[in-house]
């Protein structure tokens, strides 16, 4: 399991901007993939993007195509999500997530941070 840490998580009217940051601790090997999932009040946790450490390949639900971009910053081990054009349904706590070797399996998970669109 790694320590992973969001933040940047808080209230925005609806077309606002924010933007998150996962702290990743330990190494990170070029075939791991971040991700970050997301859940809404009664709802499943769903996968919202991700992208390979190493390469920088990214992919996204279609719902937040155009409006989000994940990000590394690989000296200093983050992760982020630059969310723009928000909308009330991107309610909900976000997760990051890792994939230690890349093969589709996130096996640790931070403990989430909230963010909350406001119409």
């Known amino acids: 399991q790694t320590p992973l840490a969001e933040s940047g998580g808080g209230l925005v009217q609806a077309g606002g901007s924010l933007r998150l940051s996962c702290a990743v601790s330990?190494?990170?090997?070029?075939?791991?993939?971040l991700g970050w999932f997301r859940q809404a009040p009664s709802k499943e946790r769903e996968f919202v993007a991700r992208?390979?450490?190493?390469?920088?390949?990214?992919y996204y639900t279609d719902s937040v195509k155009g409006r989000f971009t994940i990000s590394r910053d690989k000296a200093e081990n983050l992760v982020h999500l630059q969310m723009n054009n928000l909308k009330p349904e991107d309610t909900a706590v976000y997760y990051c997530?890792?994939?230690?070797?890349?093969?589709?399996?996130?096996?640790?998970w931070g403990q989430g941070t909230q963010v909350t669109v406001s119409s």
């Open positions: 330990g190494r990170i090997y070029s075939s791991t993939a």
């Open positions: 997530a890792e994939d230690r070797g890349g093969n589709g399996s996130f096996e640790s």
């Open positions: 992208i390979r450490w190493g390469a920088g390949t990214t």
